[in-house]
């Protein structure tokens, strides 16, 4: 949109800012400007009324021993797709070949890490974001010294970690 102006007017206040003000017009004077948004926060879109970002699932806790193989699962959803970050005790995981890695899912991403060490104990996280939102998950692996977990009865493995079964708890109080 073009904006122009043949006479602009200008006001001159008295040093004691007591009316009356006095106006005077300057004619023939052009000045044209176009109107161009510099930023759209407030303009939606069709494309934003369809963004999301969901954590489907938090990431599971993982007790496993020295040696073995652990993965640590990140499942979200969201348009626009999410880029997806991991950290071990808030710095970012290093890939490592033929032993810590990270890749895209279909359900988000999966860190896997192999011939665990002690050294690879930590909180590990994932952060997930769109450019409209950011979800993020926080799981616990322990490698602990000792042979590979076992099944017991009543639990099952998935060869990927322990599963640990805790016995429920029962309350009871009576009412007087």
């Not at 899912?105 to 665990?116: A, D, E, P, Q, V």
Request: glycine content about 6%; aromatic content about 10%; proline content about 9%.
């Amino acid at each position: 949109m073009l904006l122009t102006a043949h006479k602009l007017l200008y006001l001159i206040l008295p040093l004691s800012f007591s009316p009356p003000f006095s106006f005077f017009s300057e004619t023939e004077l052009s000045v044209t400007a176009e109107l161009v948004p510099t930023s759209s926060w407030n303009i939606s879109s069709e494309l934003d009324k369809d963004s999301y970002l969901t954590l489907d699932e938090p990431m599971n806790n993982i007790t496993t021993s020295l040696g073995q193989t652990a993965e640590l699962h990140c499942k979200v959803s969201g348009n626009p797709p999410p880029t997806i970050r991991w950290f071990k005790n808030d710095a970012p995981v290093v890939q490592e070949p033929r032993r810590i890695s990270f890749r895209a899912t279909n359900y988000g991403s999966r860190l896997r890490i192999r011939n665990l060490d002690t050294t690879d104990t930590g909180y590990f996280q994932c952060v997930a974001t769109n450019g409209k939102k950011v979800v993020s998950t926080t799981g616990v692996l322990f490698v602990k010294f000792g042979p590979p977990p076992t099944a017991s009865p009543g639990s099952s493995l998935d060869g990927l970690g322990e599963i640990i079964q805790i016995p429920r708890t029962y309350i009871f109080s009576s009412l007087k």
